[in-house]
């Protein structure tokens, strides 16, 4: 009787864990957390961006949301054309093709190594603010957390639901530093300014940029959901789609509210030690809810660096493998075969060192401090929006939907005056050049490999965990 009754109990607690809603909570929270990650530096990145200007920092944040809606409208319909995988490198491959992939696939591998570089850097400066005796040992903790998350990576994916239940987590606690937000009393922190360097909407212009940080999460429903081979086509394109809304929702709604609250309580740019972030939440919540904020902060961002030593591995894999487990890639391999050699976990050990590697230097290069990242952060993923929104386009020319060629347009160019913006300020330039020549030695390698077929399906491939 007892018996039968635990083996009815786990049958029953196996459905519900494979069902869909607690799958698409699970896929959808986990992609997810690289954007909400960026909350943590991203709004600060635009108040210095400001000089201080806190009266521009609420329309500033505005249009950075504006933006990420406009880039979810277009990858909402990219979704709907590959629902296998792929974003913008099946979508550049398709309409230019296939050499023209390595565009996206390049800005890709520079995105997930400042993803973790910034990360790590990120999650260091939410302990330091925490625990300020431990800002001479910046870059030590900064380069550990590089090397923890490289190490956890060791065992194999750690699933989506832990991702999942941080990205949550998180959410809660951001929403409730938000409610004592609301009955706290104003104090004036940091520095502030009135003086921006320009006029008003000249200094928006030039400052929105940088804080697009909030957007580089955008492109992974589009390629994670290949990871979701327990569903059929409508049910990959209905769960990229949801979790592309969700994404904006939760997004926009934490970003334009803790925004909100630092111009209200008068949270300027915070000294070295500490963060804006950090600063509201010691102001507005009890010590105990900013202790638990800052440790949670931390472990999303961490998270976030996570998802990206799976991803940029794996990216390496597709590129290296001779032959793919679906056959989509078959005979792509570009790459030296050790970079795709996995160990008993599934993970592409080598290219986890060499990610590690890439990142480490990124990390001490800045010194461990996420807003010297920040300003090249962005660029990068970019490229992979550009390219994915021009492939768009050209397919809503040629088959003459023209509300669809409009958005395409218009969100192209959108991403082109970012872009351009960002190129005004000269550091972007390095990791958009390191994009291109990626690309251009990845082609390289492709031609001198017979131009095997199967390379714009290489970033959903990278996405199986075989």
Not at 29 to 35: L, Q, R
Not at 76 to 102: I, N
Not at 293 to 312: D, I, N
């Amino acid at each position: 009787m007892g018996s039968s009754h635990v083996t009815a109990t786990a049958t029953r607690w196996s459905h519900l864990m494979h069902s869909r809603p607690v799958l698409l909570f699970a896929f959808a929270f986990a992609v997810m957390a690289d954007p909400v990650s960026s909350v943590a530096y991203a709004i600060e990145a635009a108040l210095r961006a400001l000089r201080g200007d806190l009266a521009l920092l609420l329309p500033t944040m505005g249009l950075v949301v504006a933006i990420v809606v406009l880039v979810i409208v277009n990858y909402h319909q990219l979704v709907a054309r590959y629902p296998q995988g792929g974003g913008a490198a099946a979508a550049t491959g398709e309409a230019f093709g296939e050499g023209a992939a390595f565009v996206p696939i390049g800005a890709l591998i520079v995105d997930f190594v400042l993803t973790i570089a910034i990360s790590s850097a990120a999650g260091a400066s939410a302990i330091i603010a925490f625990l300020p005796a431990l800002a001479p040992w910046r870059v030590l903790i900064a380069l550990l957390l590089v090397a923890g998350v490289a190490a956890g990576t060791w065992f194999g994916h750690l699933g989506r639901a832990v991702f999942a239940v941080m990205t949550v987590a998180f959410i809660a606690l951001a929403v409730t530093v938000l409610m004592f937000g609301f009955f706290a009393d104003p104090h004036p922190v940091g520095e502030t300014s009135t003086d921006p360097g320009h006029s008003p909407l000249l200094a928006v212009a030039l400052a929105f940029p940088v804080a697009m940080a909030l957007a580089t999460g955008i492109e992974a429903p589009s390629s994670a959901i290949a990871q979701l081979g327990q569903l059929d086509d409508p049910g990959r394109r209905r769960f990229g789609r949801i979790t592309l809304w969700l994404t904006l929702g939760v997004v926009g709604t934490i970003t334009l509210g803790l925004t909100a609250q630092a111009v209200r309580l008068g949270v300027g740019v915070p000294h070295a030690d500490t963060t804006q972030i950090a600063e509201l939440a010691r102001i507005a919540a009890p010590a105990p809810v900013f202790a638990t904020f800052q440790g949670m902060t931390a472990l999303l961002l961490l998270s976030a660096a996570s998802s990206s030593f799976q991803a940029g591995p794996g990216l390496l894999k597709a590129l290296a493998r001779r032959h793919s487990s679906n056959g989509a890639g078959a005979g792509a391999g570009i790459l030296p075969g050790w970079l795709g050699r996995t160990n008993s976990h599934h993970t592409p050990y080598w290219g986890v060192v060499v990610f590690a590697a890439a990142s480490a230097a990124v990390t001490a290069a800045a010194g461990g401090r996420d807003q010297e990242l920040v300003l090249f952060y962005a660029a990068s993923v970019f490229v992979s929006f550009l390219a994915g929104l021009v492939a768009m386009s050209r397919f809503s020319l040629r088959e003459r939907r023209w509300v669809f060629l409009v958005v395409n347009l218009v969100g192209a160019l959108a991403v082109g005056f970012t872009l351009a913006v960002n190129l005004t300020r000269g550091d972007p330039v390095i990791s958009i050049a390191a994009a291109l020549l990626i690309a251009f030695g990845m082609y390289r390698l492709w031609v001198r490999s017979g131009r095997p077929r199967g390379i714009r399906n290489l970033a959903a491939e990278a996405e199986h965990h075989d």
